[in-house]
């Protein structure tokens, strides 16, 4: 596609629900990142894959965080059990070479 | 996580006048980039910087990767109200990883 498409746009979730975030990425584009951003401040580090592998992954605040991206594609994010905490605006950005392009992001409420 | 320090963390200017920011780090990076986010949108890429030293413009933005490789500097010129947003600088080392390292962002109001 034309840009980096995120859905859904705005999701809202009671504390202890599971939530999938989806990501399609430029096509062609072999780097894949997610990014959480908290009201105010710049976006934080998630998890990083180069195609379908997960190359780093540091960034996931708890094991209640995970990501995939089985066919190098498009990825999903998953958080188990939300926490209020969780809530925050969830980034996809695909790269080519050394310039990353994001996506318009999810906003997660957890209520 | 790592953040790099922008400063100033905001700034209200006058329709017209230039706007100066800048970006430092601890660690040395060999990319450099610039975006603007809007409410509700998710970063915009305006410039990207590859090498100590290069100064690149794009309109009338003008990004420098800075000497030392640890910090970056963007300017506005002759600012218009449709220049409000937070801008975000961010740097990337591909030696040492493949994460982007953002800064804290620093919010821009134009008052006409």
């Known amino acids: 596609g034309a840009g980096v498409s995120q859905s859904p746009r705005y999701k809202v979730a009671k504390r202890g629900q599971d939530v999938a975030l989806r990501c399609d990425p430029i096509?062609?584009?072999?780097?894949l990142f997610w990014y959480q951003q908290a009201l105010g401040q710049g976006p934080e580090f998630l998890t990083y894959?180069?195609?379908?592998?997960?190359?780093?992954k540091s960034g996931l605040p708890s094991d209640r965080f995970f990501a995939e991206r089985p066919e190098g594609s498009v990825s999903t994010l998953k958080i188990q059990r939300t926490q209020q905490e969780d809530s925050a605006v969830y980034l996809c950005?695909?790269?080519?070479?050394?310039?990353?392009?994001f996506g318009q992001g999810t906003r997660l409420t957890v209520v | 996580g790592q953040q790099l320090n922008q400063s100033p963390q905001s700034m209200f200017i006058q329709e017209g006048e230039d706007v100066s920011m800048n970006c430092t780090s601890s660690?040395?990076?060999?990319?450099w980039l610039w975006y603007k986010q809007e409410p509700g949108e998710g970063p915009v890429l305006l410039i990207a910087?590859?090498?100590?030293?290069e100064l690149t413009s794009n309109g009338r933005l003008t990004a420098q990767f800075g000497i030392t490789r640890k910090d970056s500097f963007l300017n506005i010129s002759a600012s218009i109200p449709s220049d409000v947003g937070i801008y975000f600088c961010?740097?990337?080392?591909?030696?040492?990883?493949?994460?982007?390292?953002f800064g804290t962002g620093t919010s821009l109001t134009v008052i006409p």
């Open positions: 910087l590859y090498k100590a030293g």
């Open positions: 950005a695909s790269s080519r070479e050394s310039e990353a392009f």
């Open positions: 660690s040395i990076f060999n990319t």
């Open positions: 961010a740097g990337l080392n591909s030696n040492t990883g493949n994460q982007f390292y």
């Open positions: 096509s062609g584009h072999v780097s």
């Open positions: 894959f180069q195609n379908e592998a997960q190359l780093d």
